[in-house]
């Protein structure tokens, strides 16, 4: 089951597969109330939505990124002067 079924179906099964286990048990006892569950199936989306978008920019990041220090200083530049 993907994880965006799984949010909506089950929000509390979600943030426990996502390892927040209070966030887990406050969607729990959300379900528990028919009229709180699609709260809670709403929170849980959004919360996959944000760990998949910061898992992506962390892959971006890594992949991007630059060895050099850019705070190193630079060698300067010595120009020839004119006469």
Do not use: I
């Amino acid at each position: 089951m993907t994880s965006s079924k799984l949010s909506t179906m089950l929000p509390c099964a979600a943030f426990f597969a996502e390892g927040c286990v209070l966030a887990g048990v406050v969607a729990f006892f959300m379900q528990l109330t028919l009229v709180l569950w699609p709260m809670a199936a709403r929170w849980a989306r959004m919360k996959v939505e944000q760990t998949g978008m910061h898992k992506k920019l962390a892959e971006l990041s890594e992949t991007h990124r630059v060895h050099v220090d850019p705070y190193a200083k630079q060698p300067e530049k010595k120009f020839r002067q004119l006469a």
